[in-house]
């Protein structure tokens, strides 16, 4: 090249090349500038339940809490069906920047092993925090011919068989739950599933059926002497129901709980998982979560990002375990 060719700037075209290097940080990609200032805008948290229930309820409880903490909205989206199973399979092609996360119910450690699903609960999510989980129990109608857990498993054993109790479907906690409970207990029931909670309390409080294995949605009925209580299945008592024994203390080594917490995909910045991570935990010092959660008589079940992920794992692997024993696996 001759030295006459060489292309020389004057003192214009110097000053709009500054401007030009001086503006590329407000160009480049939002996730190269904003690592350290997670998060700069709105976070979408997906809800696997319809709209209007106790799950969507705490839900939004729980955003509105972390979105203060976090300095931007986190909004709700429901999207229900396949067992609570669709905020999991959308953070499979989700983008892990932490702007896209969902909740983790039990469902997504199960129905992997009872049918095909887009992705594995251990792999292809990050598990950043739990908060809390539902209550389980055994319920009975008010004239039932046993008063206690021990009464009605006297009475199973001199009546196997006959005893009826209804359930939310097959492979759902309910009905694994008592399934697991009457092998140790040594009886045998007859189970009835439904389509969901109203069915069952429908046909409880009509007294087709004479037990029942469900959430809380028997509280009211608890409360106003229809229904009783005859134990829970959690690791300790329920506090609306502190006169209520657990299975376990009953004497038949039974825990069934259901935590749930926060997910995302896998692969997300350890730091941005922090930053939810805190928020999130900050949440369960909030006085209107915790109204939330005594609503619908659910505890507070905290799990750090690291605890969670290895209950993630445990629990996958007990899950398959429990199906299998109960025939209930997929065909491979």
Not at 175 to 185: G, N, Q, T
Not at 195 to 201: F, R, T, V
């Amino acid at each position: 090249m001759h030295p006459s060719d060489r292309f020389t700037p004057n003192r214009r075209q110097l000053l709009t090349m500054a401007a030009a290097a001086a503006a590329v940080p407000a160009i480049l990609p939002a996730g190269v500038l904003a690592q350290d200032r997670f998060p700069s805008r709105p976070i979408t948290l997906i809800a696997p339940w319809p709209a209007g229930g106790s799950s969507d309820g705490v839900m939004r409880a729980f955003a509105e809490s972390a979105a203060k903490a976090l300095g931007v909205p986190v909004v709700v989206e429901n999207r229900p069906g396949v067992g609570g199973t669709l905020g999991a399979a959308a953070m499979v092609n989700a983008r892990p920047d932490g702007y896209t996360l969902t909740q983790l119910p039990l469902g997504i450690y199960r129905l992997p092993h009872m049918q095909n699903m887009p992705f594995d609960p251990v792999k292809d999510l990050t598990h950043i925090v739990c908060l809390t989980g539902y209550t389980f129990g055994i319920a009975c109608t008010a004239d039932a011919p046993f008063k206690t857990i021990h009464e009605m498993v006297a009475w199973a054993k001199a009546n196997p068989g006959k005893l009826e109790y209804g359930h939310t479907g097959t492979g759902t906690t309910p009905h694994l739950a008592i399934e697991e409970f009457s092998a140790k207990a040594g009886i045998q029931l007859n189970p009835i599933p439904y389509k969901g909670s109203a069915e069952i309390m429908a046909a409880i409080l009509g007294g087709h059926i004479r037990v029942m294995s469900g959430t809380t949605e028997f509280a009211p009925h608890v409360q106003s002497g229809k229904l009783r209580l005859l134990a829970t299945l959690g690791s300790q008592r329920n506090k609306a129901f502190p006169d209520v024994p657990t299975v376990k203390e009953s004497g038949w080594d039974t825990i069934t709980e259901s935590p749930f917490g926060i997910g995302g995909p896998k692969g997300m910045d350890p730091a941005v998982v922090k930053v939810l991570h805190d928020a999130f935990r900050k949440t369960l010092e909030d006085p209107a979560v915790q109204a939330t959660l005594d609503k619908f008589y659910m505890p507070s079940i905290y799990m750090s990002t690291a605890d969670y992920t290895a209950y993630a794992a445990r629990t996958f692997s007990a899950e398959k375990a429990t199906i299998e024993r109960l025939g209930l696996a997929k065909k491979s």
